[in-house]
């Protein structure tokens, strides 16, 4: 603690002036920065429209009202579309991640050197960049439609499980990878007998959650051209169709959750 | 001098810059001769049996199984030979999410290619013995049993069965009771010695307590920073060798109680 | 003696559900790919584009719409910062209304269900809304990510208010303290270093959501990119690609360095 002599009287305070002013200098920067922010997206914005902006809700709101039911006949194809661009990607990402995940985690990388700085780029690049800009880049080189969501799931998602299974198999005890080895085993047989069984519940963990992200995920890939109800959601809100667009949020909150808790069961039970 | 089954020669090994953990360590192991290892935390035990199935790369020396020099072989012939050595471990080092059946079936990942191991489809020959060294251990009615739903002493006959399913020529065992309770600890060593007497084969075993040592192996080596102090008969064992290995202390060297008969091993598990 | 057999026992014990699960996954499997419609000729076209843009990424093209870029990035970075303080001081009463140990039932079920709504849409979505709403442009965008951070934020808070030991705050009430005395003396001690961590992990996140809602018009480096994958510009692309992830790997190591700092 901080006790300085002032008059010969100690006094006691929480920090020393040099800290005192770095906090100060701290805190002028954010208001800085935040003002500066504040100042640059005012410039950029038409207020006019803004001072209208309740107004406006209130009538958004009142067209989304009620939702347009009899739409819902041609939201399931989209829906099934939304569904299997998750459930496909998350699929295609696990074939993908778990062995770049052993290439990754230091106790099962293969003595190559070079190897596992690569695996590491790989997932780290896949996770920067958002399911939506993948789509973009893929609608781009392989035409609209489902598989371009698919895949840019799929790319997305090989970060993500690639570096919570790759934190895993780090974590996973050593005493069985020894007791295997000194068996005599092959170190792929290594891996299946000692390693695997110890992530097993991670990965179901691991698999199941992504795979709910992806399902909202999914759901907007449309937007850019990458198939499911996304593309109905563009098309509605360009012809102003908000009481289909309520609809549509309608039954993506319905997916969401359903999604959401059907995680959740099967991750409280692998766990 | 007759040459051993396994023989040691000027094994040293030195982690790093520290000091030598194994200094010159030389000795030789005949067949059937089940041997006690006992020193100071940090002699060097572990280390000493890890060298042998080369878990740990030993610095200089030979070891010699057989004919072959277990030191200077490449990847492929060191799995060959590891399949020819045994090992149990104090913590059991089993697979927990495994059954009971598929660690002992692990022993014999040795001899059998990947996708036979994958879907666990291993020859008939290697069922019969696990169902055997099943009943051996008493656990035949625990087959499917998953290894993180067994008591300590269960593990550990897990640990001991797993390595008799490599058919090993030698056994190398550290510390197998330091996890389990007084009784449960004899249990064991009295299972692990009269399966490698019925079998003839050699072990070492890493050991702290010096009355079970004394009353289960024949021969001891006694090992203080790394370096072999004693090597001779269990009966020979007395307060101023143990002085020589441990250091002075005032050795409770009573005649260990013989015990009353020949429990079986299984009788606190019923 | 009779052959001793031994199979692996099946994960799932029971035949029929066995079978009928293992059943119902192939057939869904048939299903959704034989539902994919693909158009071969297109992707055989494309993949000579990509191939393009993959060669791009090594010779990115920051110059010839540096402007746009530049200006694209510092919107998404203003959007990112006052988003998140907006968020930060938004969430603080929320989390305090959705924690059950502080809040009578009826601001409860109002502050639960307004997290749950924020955080069930894709930020995009919500960006359609609030662009019909105050018009395209990055306020928008702020508007948008301020509404997700809000519910993000307030529910990692709320979880960590209703984790509290209970017993300090019944000895503050018990000396008479007022609501704002327990809120200042019981709750801000144990919820403002957390709260740090929190804001930097969803900065990070508002980063990468504001290079995409411009998509839809809310502003930030999406609508350049978007503009320049439109118009087939795999330098540009690339190079806002390549800022993209340079950006979050610095932010996420600075977060890191930070919440280390603070540990
Ligand atoms: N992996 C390692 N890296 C560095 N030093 C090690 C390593 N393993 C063991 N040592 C050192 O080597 C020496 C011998 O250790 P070892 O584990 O062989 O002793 P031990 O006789 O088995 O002891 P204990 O009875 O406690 O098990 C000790 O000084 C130990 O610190
Ligand atoms: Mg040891």
């Given at each position: 603690m901080p006790v300085s002599h002032a008059n010969g009287q100690p006094r006691w305070r929480r920090r020393t002036p040099a800290a005192v002013l770095l906090a100060w200098l701290g805190w002028f920067a954010v208001v800085a920065v935040l003002a500066f922010s504040w100042q640059f997206i005012s410039e950029r914005t038409i207020w006019m429209f803004v001072t209208?902006?309740?107004?406006?809700?209130?009538?958004?709101?009142?067209?989304?009202?009620?939702?347009?039911?009899?739409?819902?006949?041609?939201?399931?194809?989209?829906l099934w579309d939304t569904l299997n661009i998750a459930t496909l990607g998350t699929l295609l990402a696990l074939v993908i991640a778990t062995p770049l995940a052993f290439l990754a985690a230091r106790n099962t990388t293969p003595a190559l050197p070079g190897l596992r700085p690569l695996a590491l780029l790989v997932i780290v690049a896949s996770r920067s960049i958002n399911?939506?800009?993948?789509?973009?880049?893929?609608?781009?080189?392989?035409?609209?439609?489902?598989?371009?969501?698919?895949?840019?799931?799929?790319?997305?998602?090989?970060?993500?499980?690639?570096?919570?299974?790759?934190?895993?198999?780090?974590?996973?005890?050593?005493?069985?990878?020894?007791?295997?080895?000194?068996?005599?085993?092959?170190?792929?047989?290594?891996?299946?007998?000692?390693?695997?069984?110890?992530?097993?519940?991670?990965?179901?963990?691991?698999?199941?959650?992504r795979w709910d992200i992806n399902i909202r995920e999914a759901t907007i890939l449309g937007l850019v051209g990458a198939g499911g109800i996304g593309l109905e959601l563009m098309a509605s809100v360009n012809v102003l169709a908000w009481g289909r667009v309520s609809m549509i949020f309608l039954l993506i909150l319905a997916t969401v959750l359903a999604s959401e808790w059907v995680s959740a069961r099967v991750r409280a039970a692998v766990t | 001098m007759s040459l051993g089954l396994l023989r040691l020669e000027g094994l040293s090994k030195r982690y790093g810059k520290d000091a030598p953990a194994l200094d010159d360590v030389s000795f030789s192991l005949d067949a059937g001769e089940v041997i006690a290892l006992i020193g100071p935390s940090?002699?060097?035990?572990?280390?000493?049996?890890?060298?042998?199935?080369?878990?740990?790369?030993?610095?200089?020396?030979?070891?010699?199984?057989?004919?072959?020099?277990?030191?200077?072989?490449?990847?492929?012939?060191?799995?060959?030979?590891?399949r020819r050595i045994g090992m149990i471990f104090q913590e059991f080092a089993l697979v927990e999410r495994l059954s009971v059946m598929e660690n002992l079936l692990s022993g014999r990942l040795g001899y059998v290619g990947f996708w036979r191991a994958a879907l666990r489809r291993f020859p008939q020959a290697d069922i019969e013995r696990a169902f055997d060294l099943l009943e051996q251990v008493e656990l035949g009615a625990m087959v499917d049993r998953r290894a993180d739903a067994l008591s300590g002493g269960q593990r550990q006959r897990v640990g001991i069965a797993r390595a008799l399913m490599q058919t090993p020529d030698l056994?190398?065992?550290?510390?197998?009771?330091?996890?389990?309770?007084?009784?449960?600890?004899?249990?064991?060593?009295?299972?692990?010695?009269?399966?490698?007497?019925?079998?003839?084969?050699?072990?070492?075993?890493?050991?702290?307590?010096?009355?079970?040592?004394?009353?289960?192996?024949?021969?001891?080596?006694?090992?203080?920073?790394?370096?072999?102090?004693?090597?001779?008969?269990?009966?020979?064992?007395?307060?101023?060798?143990?002085?020589?290995?441990?250091?002075?202390?005032?050795?409770?060297?009573?005649?260990?109680?013989?015990?009353?008969?020949?429990?079986?091993?299984?009788?606190?598990?019923? | 003696m009779s052959a001793r057999v031994w199979r692996r026992p099946p994960m799932i014990a029971d035949p029929r559900l066995r079978w009928g699960l293992s059943l119902a996954v192939v057939v869904y499997l048939i299903l959704a790919v034989g539902s994919l419609e693909v158009n071969w000729q297109r992707v055989a076209e494309g993949l000579e584009r990509g191939a393009a843009f993959a060669a791009a990424l090594f010779t990115p093209d920051f110059s010839s719409r540096g402007a746009d870029i530049l200006e694209g990035f510092l919107e998404s970075l203003a959007m990112t910062f006052v988003s998140t303080t907006l968020g930060l001081l938004l969430a603080v009463p929320v989390a305090v209304g959705a924690a059950r140990n502080l809040s009578p039932l009826p601001v409860y079920l109002i502050c639960r269900g307004f997290i749950a709504i924020s955080r069930s849409f894709q930020e995009i979505i919500i960006a359609i809304l609030f662009v019909a709403m105050l018009g395209f442009g990055p306020l928008a965008g702020v508007a948008t990510l301020a509404f997700a951070s809000i519910g993000f934020i307030a529910k990692l808070l709320a979880e960590d208010i209703e984790a509290m030991d209970p017993k300090p705050l019944e000895a503050?009430?018990?000396?008479?303290?007022?609501?704002?005395?327990?809120?200042?003396?019981?709750?801000?001690?144990?919820?403002?270093?957390?709260?740090?961590?929190?804001?930097?992990?969803?900065?990070?996140?508002?980063?990468?959501?504001?290079?995409?809602i411009g998509i839809v018009g809310a502003g930030g480096i999406g609508a350049t990119l978007n503009t320049a994958f439109d118009r087939y510009e795999y330098d540009t692309a690339a190079a806002i690609l390549l800022l993209i992830i340079a950006i979050v790997l610095l932010s996420e190591y600075v977060s890191g360095f930070i919440r280390g700092k603070l540990r």
């Open positions: 209208d902006a309740p107004s406006q809700g209130a009538d958004l709101l009142a067209r989304m009202l009620p939702p347009d039911w009899a739409y819902t006949g041609r939201l399931w194809k989209p399911s939506l800009i993948w789509a973009l880049l893929l609608v781009m080189i392989l035409g609209p439609g489902v598989l371009a969501g698919i895949i840019a799931i799929a790319l997305r998602s090989i970060g993500f499980i690639g570096k919570l299974l790759y934190e895993a198999i780090e974590e996973s005890d050593a005493k069985p990878v020894e007791a295997i080895v000194a068996t005599g085993a092959s170190p792929a047989q290594m891996r299946l007998y000692a390693i695997v069984p110890q992530i097993m519940p991670a990965f179901a963990g691991i698999s199941v959650y | 940090g002699a060097g035990k572990s280390t000493l049996i890890r060298c042998i199935n080369r878990l740990v790369e030993p610095t200089a020396g030979r070891i010699w199984l057989g004919d072959t020099d277990l030191t200077s072989l490449d990847r492929r012939s060191l799995r060959q030979a590891r056994l190398l065992v550290d510390e197998p009771t330091a996890s389990l309770d007084p009784r449960t600890s004899r249990q064991i060593m009295r299972l692990i010695t009269r399966l490698c007497g019925e079998r003839g084969l050699p072990a070492i075993i890493n050991i702290h307590d010096v009355p079970l040592a004394r009353r289960y192996c024949q021969r001891v080596i006694g090992l203080r920073a790394g370096r072999i102090v004693y090597d001779g008969p269990a009966s020979a064992l007395d307060d101023s060798v143990l002085t020589d290995i441990y250091g002075e202390e005032d050795w409770d060297n009573q005649e260990t109680p013989a015990e009353g008969s020949e429990e079986d091993v299984a009788e606190s598990e019923a | 503050i009430r018990a000396t008479g303290g007022s609501a704002t005395q327990t809120l200042h003396w019981g709750v801000m001690p144990v919820v403002l270093p957390r709260l740090v961590g929190v804001s930097m992990y969803r900065l990070d996140i508002n980063f990468r959501e504001s290079a995409i």
